[in-house]
């Protein structure tokens, strides 16, 4: 995922851009694990569905694929937005039912730091990914 130029211009938005700077790399490891982590376990919950393409746009290296998930029980959109970088598509956000990931976890995080600070999000971020490390085995 490439969801990290949302993030920093949350963190520069509240005066931490200096901060950000210096623990950078940490965060976007810690972030990239674990929108992955999310992601994964969303899509091992579902069994048995299909997925169906709807249609696909393409604008200036940025592209949204459009799907819906189907099957008896359920049926809901599931959009991928994208950015080609050096001629590579990469996810950066994924829309569930009108829901935006990245946007979701912008608004949580932006609401730690808000309340705490950039250090107490990273501090829940490296003990969120403890916890996925220990489940996994």
């Known amino acids: 995922f490439q969801a990290e130029d949302g993030i920093r211009d949350l963190v520069r938005s509240r005066g931490l851009g200096d901060v950000y700077k ?24 579902y069994a048995g569905e299909r997925v169906v393409y709807l249609s696909e746009r393409t604008v200036d290296g940025y592209a949204e694929v459009r799907t819906r998930l189907v099957s008896d029980k359920l049926d ?51 003990e969120r990914r403890g916890s996925e490390e220990k489940a996994k085995t």
């Open 22 to 45: 210096r623990q950078r790399q940490e965060f976007v490891q810690l972030f990239k694990a674990f929108l992955s982590d999310q992601y994964a376990a969303r899509i091992e919950g």
């Open 76 to 126: 809901f959109p599931m959009d991928y937005r994208l950015t080609n970088k050096g001629g590579t598509w990469y996810a950066y956000d994924v829309i569930v039912d009108g829901v935006s990931l990245v946007m979701n976890y912008r608004s949580q995080f932006g609401k730690i730091i808000g309340e705490s600070s950039f250090q107490e999000l990273l501090r829940r971020l490296r």
